[in-house]
């Protein structure tokens, strides 16, 4: 899934049954649900192991743009501007 500019993540938590978490971006829409009204050991690892990996992403995302970004005047970031 690439994601650019048109993006959103939505979570709905419900009282009796599994979350639902939704992620979109373009024309590509990923649900992510537990089978079964039945929380098991394997669905809050898998739970886990998924906002691990979120975090690392965000971390990483947080390291390249800070790269990228670090040089540019305050206030602004490179690339931004108008081309001569």
């Known amino acids: 899934?690439?994601?650019g500019g048109d993006w959103w993540l939505h979570l709905?938590?419900?009282e009796?049954?599994?979350?639902i978490l939704d992620i979109d971006a373009?024309?590509?829409?990923?649900?992510?649900?537990?089978d079964g009204?039945?929380?098991t050991a394997a669905?809050?690892?898998f739970?886990?192991?998924?906002?691990?990996k979120a975090a690392k992403f965000a971390a990483e995302a947080?390291?390249?743009?800070?790269?990228?970004h670090s040089d540019a005047p305050d206030g602004q970031e490179r690339g931004d501007g108008e081309a001569a």
């Open 37 to 39: 009204s039945q929380v």
């Open 26 to 34: 373009g024309s590509t829409s990923v649900s992510v649900c537990f």
């Open 43 to 45: 669905v809050v690892e």
């Open 12 to 14: 709905n938590t419900y």
């Open 1 to 3: 899934m690439h994601v």
């Open 16 to 19: 009796d049954h599994s979350p």
């Open 47 to 52: 739970a886990r192991e998924l906002a691990d």
């Open 62 to 68: 947080e390291r390249l743009h800070a790269r990228d």
